[in-house]
């Protein structure tokens, strides 16, 4: 049996090794490493991927994010609502920028944001939501836009993890993932659903000036060259990492239906076990598992991965610690205010997913679970 890895980037480049390569080849050939046509042929299919009137490739992820808040205009103060229970970069951009970030619970069944907390959390000086598509499927959009419509709300979607997944309305009408709020952010760091090799990242919206906007601020706020309408930053996708980007968008619905296959195996052997949950697909999304995450339920978490390690089955802990808790970020907090994130900080593991699991790795990565726990 090949040798199980929480991500398997090796194996998937060989499969598309003589294009990459090329593409790659071409780019030093041509020597347009910043801002060369790959960049923007790049841009133009995911802008079409997407259904989305405007790509602004960036340098990662969390500059997206960074950017989207800059050229919505928010202020020192301003409060934005997220989760407590995500990767950090979301929080740390808003203390980044001086505005306050109120986090609030995730709903126990989909790790996403809950829109009932969030109701709760909005104040005179809220300015914006960001819901994280976490693990892979889409937030509850419809209820979230609604309470951002009422309550004038900007909403910044952290597409980081859900790449490709769709969310359907309850008019019938499908959108994808990242397309929905003011703006969309993603992240093609390497073990992403679309990754590049390297850094990379991007922000999608629908609103042309807003696009004209993050334009400028990606460039040193620069509108005209050489002169500084705003303050921006240096945040470019350059043309290698958007060569590789090109090759591998094609093939992201194959990749995510990949994932989705390993994830059904996971759930036939897990479903009816009475220590684990197996993670709830949102009806109104399809999922992209970035991540398959299991909750274990009878306090037994860490010697499981302890077990698996023993077994070389990698499993990770995303995540261990609350934002709240952390020493960057910390806030007092009242306990009964975050009920289901506590409880997925003890219960979450998240196994080995990447396109390349074969059914052999699978059955023994389910193999090994079910050993310890029966
Ligand atoms: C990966 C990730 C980011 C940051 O992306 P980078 O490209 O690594 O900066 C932001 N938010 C979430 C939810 C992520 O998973």
Redesign the pocket.
């Known amino acids: 049996m090949k040798k199980i890895q929480m991500v398997d980037l090796q194996s998937q480049y060989f499969k598309i090794k003589p294009e990459v390569d090329n593409a790659v080849l071409n780019v030093m050939k041509s020597a347009a490493f910043i801002n060369g046509p790959e960049v923007e042929w790049f841009q133009k299919e995911l802008e079409e991927y997407l259904d989305v009137n405007h790509v602004i490739p960036c340098a ?6 960074q950017i989207a808040l800059m050229a919505l205009g928010l202020e020192q103060g301003d409060e934005v609502i997220t989760a407590d229970f ?2 950090a ?2 929080v740390e951009v808003i203390h980044l920028l001086k505005l306050k970030a109120v986090l609030v619970d995730v709903d126990y069944e989909t790790f996403t944001l809950d829109p009932e907390a969030v109701k709760k959390a909005i104040t005179p000086k809220t300015k914006a939501i960001i819901p ?1 598509h ?1 693990f892979g499927q889409c937030c509850a959009m419809e209820p979230l836009l609604e309470i951002a419509k009422a309550h004038n709300l900007f909403v910044i979607e ?1 597409n ?2 859900a790449i490709g997944a769709e969310y359907t309305f309850s008019n019938g009408e499908v959108k994808k993932s990242g397309t929905m709020g003011t703006v969309g ?1 993603t ?3 390497p073990s ?1 659903n679309l990754g590049c090799y390297g ?3 991007a922000l999608c919206t629908q609103d042309e000036a807003l696009a004209h906007k993050i334009r400028g601020i990606v460039n040193h706020g620069m509108y005209e060259r050489y002169y500084h309408d705003e303050v921006g930053v240096n945040s470019r996708l350059d043309s290698i990492q958007a060569a590789v980007l090109r090759r591998k968008l094609p093939n992201l619905d194959l990749y995510n239906e990949a994932r989705r296959k390993a994830a059904d195996y996971y759930d036939e052997a897990f479903k009816d076990h009475k220590d684990l949950l197996i993670p709830t697909r949102n009806e109104n999304s399809t999922h992209v598992f ?1 991540q398959y995450t299991l909750r274990v339920t009878n306090g037994k978490r860490n010697e499981l991965r302890e077990f698996l390690t023993e077994k070389e089955v990698p499993a990770m802990i995303y995540y261990p610690v609350a934002l709240r808790k952390q020493k960057a970020y910390f806030q007092e907090s009242s306990e009964t205010d975050f009920v289901h994130t506590d409880r997925l900080l003890n219960e979450v593991i998240s196994l080995p997913m990447h396109t390349e699991l074969d059914e052999e790795q699978l059955k023994y990565i389910c193999d090994s679970i079910l050993e310890f726990l029966n």
């Open positions: 990662n992820g969390t500059d997206a994010l995500t990767f970069a979301t994280v976490l952290d980081a993890q952010t992240s093609f760091f992403k850094d990379g990242g970035h």
